[in-house]
């Protein structure tokens, strides 16, 4: 998961899935590539949940990573029963922070991490429940880095430990880490604080998570003012992905252009379920396309489209 220009990625949910073979079994990475400028700009990552994965790697092999960028860090990541396993085979090297292209999507693009399970950094409230990390061959490295982070949690996570390996969860330059539940790992902290306060519960008895002091509730990217026009649109705009349309676009600017000025025409073998009929006043779906509308809430007529309007999918 990359988000290289300006894409703003929250909400995603990964459940019940087995890998075998990979490569990088998971990372997520904000990178300063830009290809649209300044408008938007650096993207975000945030609330991504992994619940029931495991997965076996394969050589090459790149360490799982968070990657953040400062100023642009990924936040609210929880993984609850993720099991990994690492070709490893690495000596002891450095704990420094590798390298790192900002520009390149690639996992190749950061260095070789300094911790063969987990790499952590520029990333706030990460939680790992009841997960584990390991290697098939011996490995000199820590189990897991996290640096320049904040609110990091280990609660019955366990790490295979190299024979050379100077500890097992290193924490550098992090705000409130937690390790609990789990035997006794070594822990290393250069420049960090342990923060293993309860949680505040609610009237029910649930636990809930509570701000930083002096953060700022974050706002759902679904309120983001851009989605305005959205939110008062009246009339609906439905594309289906992988019906092109004439002329193709590979401009955000143009595509919307064309969306709000008219002037598409539908291509050759496109008249499917997923185009959509210009009215006089907006973009709506036609009524192949349209959606079934909920109990109780009758959909009303499709006015006949007036003549001369094209279509686009």
Request: proline share 8%; net charge neutral; with cysteine.
């Amino acid at each position: 998961m990359v988000s290289m220009d300006g894409a703003k990625i929250s909400d995603v949910h990964y459940r019940d899935i087995t890998m075998t073979g990979v490569h990088s079994p998971i990372m997520e990475k904000i990178g300063t590539r830009k290809r649209c400028g300044n408008s938007p700009g650096v993207g975000s990552i945030s609330d991504v949940t992994y619940d029931n994965v495991t997965a076996t790697g394969n050589s090459p092999s790149f360490s799982p990573t968070l990657w953040g960028e400062s100023g642009h860090r990924i936040s609210g990541i929880t993984f609850t029963n993720v099991h990994i396993t690492v070709p490893g085979g690495n000596g002891t090297m450095s704990t420094g922070v590798p390298s790192n292209d900002p520009k390149d999507y690639n996992p190749k693009a950061i260095g070789t991490r300094p911790a063969y399970g987990w790499y952590l950094h520029n990333a706030d409230h990460v939680h790992f429940t009841d997960s584990s990390v390991k290697f098939a061959a011996n490995d000199g490295r820590p189990a897991v880095i996290a640096n320049a982070a904040s609110d990091v949690r280990f609660t019955g996570f366990t790490a295979q430990r190299g024979t050379n390996s100077p500890y097992d969860l290193g924490f550098q330059d992090v705000n409130g880490y937690c390790v609990s539940g789990a035997g006794a790992p070594r822990v290393s902290n250069t420049g960090s604080t342990e923060n293993c306060a309860t949680e505040a519960t609610g009237g029910t008895g649930a636990t809930t998570s509570t701000l930083p002091s002096g953060a700022a509730a974050r706002p759902l990217d679904l309120e983001n003012p851009r989605q305005d026009f959205l939110r008062g649109s009246v009339g609906g705009l439905f594309l289906h992905w992988g019906l092109r349309t004439a002329p193709a676009h590979t401009s955000c600017t143009a595509w919307e252009n064309d969306v709000t000025s008219g002037g598409w025409t539908p291509t050759t073998g496109s008249t499917r379920p997923g185009n959509c009929i210009r009215s006089t006043s907006s973009w709506r779906p036609s009524t192949a396309a349209s959606a079934t509308p909920a109990p109780g809430r009758p959909r009303s007529p499709d006015p006949a489209p007036p003549s001369g309007t094209s279509s686009a999918s």
